[in-house]
């Protein structure tokens, strides 16, 4: 592979790695630190990447979670905290036509959801990102995780099943009409 490869690789996976290293519940203080490391391992490695197996994003991802994992090793040992993203305003263009109320409000809700994310196990954590935030199908899931459909169907479904329990459970806690 070629630094053309390299090049290509970065521009077309970039945005998807920094996204999905903040759904994976990795601080804003660290974020940019975590994707030039995957990026540093994406470009040391590039000559195990099968140009014939298509796109290069499920490589990648494997590589950004293997990454998030070694992140979290880390944290651990140092006792620190891992929280998820306050906000996913940079990951995605501001709308010009919401009022601060409504920005507001997404942002809580952001917090909500990333809090309930990472309250999740990581398999699940991941297969959520994955599959509901990032509308993968269940073949470009497998590319990304590994395992065949079956496996990964099923395992996404328990995944959204544990997150709708962690959404009832946060509604009856708040009163919340379903």
Known sequence: ?????FDRIYEETFDFVYRNARRLGVSDASVDDVVQEVFMIVHRRLGELDPSAGSARGWVYGILANTVRGHRRT???????LRPAETEEELGPASSRSG????ASRRQDTE???GMLAELPEPQ?????????EQLSIPEICACIGGNSNTV???LR???EALRKKVAQHLLERKVPA
């Open 1 to 5: 592979m070629t630094l053309a490869s």
């Open 75 to 81: 944290f651990r040992r140092k006792l620190a905290p």
């Open 100 to 103: 601060p109320e409504q920005r």
């Open 112 to 114: 909500l959801l990333l």
């Open 125 to 133: 954590r991941e297969l959520i990102v994955l599959g509901e935030l």
């Open 153 to 155: 169907y099923s395992r």
């Open 158 to 160: 328990a995944a959204r």
